[in-house]
């Protein structure tokens, strides 16, 4: 089973398996799941203000956080004991696309061109996380 698991998944099972656990949460437990609401939750126990957006009942929505810390422990998880450490197969149109705009690093998942400490004080890492942060901030 463990094998099963190591090995990559298609892009249509593991997308397919994503997009349908907030139809499954709202149909089964009538519960809506969003990241970004967990942001919310994990303000309103944390910064006890009398700020009317933040002042409700977030222990009714404690499992949501539960849900958060399992992806995070789950990525953990696969991304220390789980990786096969075989490089990222590409497409070669692909691996010619990225090469044009820079990105030749293809050895790991995150190329190393767009994802690295070195990257994350220049425009380009300013833009990745104000843009980030918008996307994250309005769902």
């Known amino acids: 089973m463990i094998e099963i698991i190591k090995q990559p998944w298609p892009w249509y099972v593991a ?18 799941f969003g990241i970004s609401s967990s942001l919310r939750h994990l303000c309103a126990a944390c910064m006890p203000a009398n700020i009317k957006f933040f002042s409700y009942d977030w222990r009714k929505e404690a499992w949501n956080l539960f849900f958060v810390g399992g992806i995070i422990a789950g990525a953990f998880i696969a991304g220390h004991f789980l990786m096969t450490g075989a490089p990222v197969e590409l497409a070669e149109p692909t691996a010619e696309y990225l090469a044009s705009k820079g990105i030749t690093d293809n050895s790991r998942l995150l190329p190393s061109e ?9 425009l380009r890492g300013l833009i990745f996380f104000v ?5 994250v901030g309005f769902g």
């Open 15 to 32: 997308g397919a398996l994503i997009g349908l656990t907030v139809p499954y949460l709202l149909l089964v437990g009538n519960k809506t």
């Open 114 to 122: 767009l994802f690295s400490w070195e990257q994350l004080f220049t």
């Open 131 to 135: 843009v980030g942060g918008f996307m």
